[in-house]
């Protein structure tokens, strides 16, 4: 009998390994931890250099605002490309015309939000880090004016990707995140006494023009890049109109983001950068994931639920299942040993134990969000697959409104710690929220 059970498994994981979706989840997944290996040493060579001191909070204030342009506007442009184009394809429609439209509101939108961002900087800073000294602004829109063009070449390139991704060809897609981490680390380790200060900012601009060659280059190699005339048809005009929602959600979440960055702004100087890398075990841990199963799922929903919508529900529900159960036991033993993952991972140079411990903790409380995070970030693959943005953009107010809440109780009593315990509440309430929802609309097809 065990010989017969031997076999099954054998054959349940033969037939596994040749499953298209398997494989690509598979393949995404190995490079995405090649890629956050080489992100931490990226930190570690960062932590040593700079430790906890205003060169790193000054730069993660001036990357803030483009990569909030960026998650609002570009990616839900992206993100409601994706199904849509399927849709366009799986018709036999106009494949050049809806590249090509996407490519120019994707532009539109990049330089708009370059303008924006140059315009906007200002009243920001004098709103957010009104108590900081002249300098601190200084540093911020020195390095601000070198990040902001990044806007212009992530729009195209998360373009690009989202047309090799469709194509099946997510092993190319994914190796263009490593780009922009080499860069970083060639201006660190060669370039630092060339550049001083600025060396963050230079080498973010340089890894994103690379990063943008790089998708380029096989998007017309592989000729999935195929421009024509821009044409507006039904699904063009559908992806239009989910676009108010959707970018309505976008700005919602990612104005948890800024309300935080205003809180800590009241706080002792170090404390946005203590959060930074507090936040970077749990970031491991979702971008593993999503990266893996996002990339991927994203496409492969959108073609399912125009061929069986009951199907596409039961996998996210699989997939919830199983990526809870294994968060959970995953969370918890990273929680034990989290002082001794931030020892060895930061602790050097200026980089003090009394750094640590404080990293340490924040990393604690943020780990213990990881498993509902990722199931809201799956859930919310799906209901963009089904064009159901409208109620993501309700649950984003709600989650913003929770969060402001929660801010102003939790920080007077628990300081930078009740700011980061308010975030991991949030993700909980929410993930509760979309599950709620996506399983009620289940119900109803059932």
Request: with cysteine.
């Amino acid at each position: 009998m065990s010989i017969f059970k031997l076999q099954y498994i054998r054959n349940k994981i033969n037939d596994a390994l040749h499953n298209p979706l398997v494989k690509n989840m598979m393949i995404v997944a190995i490079i995405a931890i090649l890629i956050k290996v080489i992100a931490f040493y990226k930190e570690t060579i960062i932590a040593g250099n700079f430790g906890l001191d205003e060169v790193i909070d000054t730069f993660l204030v001036a990357i803030l605002i483009p990569t909030f342009i960026q998650s609002v506007f570009v990616s839900s442009l992206n993100n409601l490309f994706i199904p849509n184009y399927i849709a366009e394809l799986k018709s036999n429609g106009n494949k050049g015309g809806f590249q090509s439209l996407i490519i120019t509101i994707t532009v539109g939108i990049s330089l708009f939000s370059c303008l924006l961002a140059y315009l906007g900087t200002d009243m920001f800073l004098n709103i957010v880090y009104s108590e900081f000294p002249d300098n601190y602004y200084a540093l911020i829109k020195e390095q601000l004016y070198f990040v902001m063009p990044c806007l212009f070449f992530w729009g195209i390139s998360i373009a690009l990707r989202g047309l090799l991704e469709v194509s099946n060809r997510f092993l190319v897609a994914t190796l263009s995140e490593i780009i922009p981490l080499l860069t970083m680390i060639f201006f660190l380790l060669f370039l630092k006494d060339n550049f001083g200060y600025m060396v963050l900012a230079y080498g973010t601009l340089a890894g994103s023009i690379l990063g943008f060659a790089y998708l380029l280059f096989f998007s017309i190699k592989y000729n999935d890049l195929t421009l024509s005339k821009p044409v507006l048809n039904d699904n063009s005009r559908l992806m239009i109109n989910q676009l108010p929602p959707k970018i309505s959600s976008s700005f919602l979440s990612a104005m948890n983001n800024y309300i935080d960055q205003f809180f800590v702004g009241q706080l002792a100087v170090g404390s946005l950068a203590a959060i930074s890398y507090g936040n970077r075990l749990p970031a491991f841990g979702v971008a593993i994931v999503i990266m893996a199963l996002g990339s991927v799922l994203l496409p492969h929903f959108s073609r399912l639920v125009n061929e069986d919508l009951k199907a596409a529900y039961h996998q996210l529900f699989r997939a919830l299942k199983l990526i809870l159960g294994i968060g959970i036991i995953i969370v918890i033993i990273s929680v034990f040993m989290s002082d001794w993952i931030v020892e060895l991972w930061l602790e050097r140079d200026q980089f003090t134990h009394k750094d640590t411990l404080k990293v340490s903790t924040i990393q604690q409380i943020l780990l213990i969000s990881v498993p509902f995070n990722l199931c809201t970030l799956i859930m919310v693959k799906f209901l963009t697959s089904i064009n159901k943005n409208r109620f993501m953009a309700w649950v984003s107010l709600a989650n913003l409104i929770i969060n402001i809440t929660l801010n102003f109780i939790l920080i007077k009593y628990y300081d930078v710690y009740g700011l980061v315990l308010s975030t991991t509440l949030v993700f909980i309430l929410g993930s509760v929220f979309y599950f709620s929802y996506t399983y009620k609309q289940y119900k109803l097809i059932k």
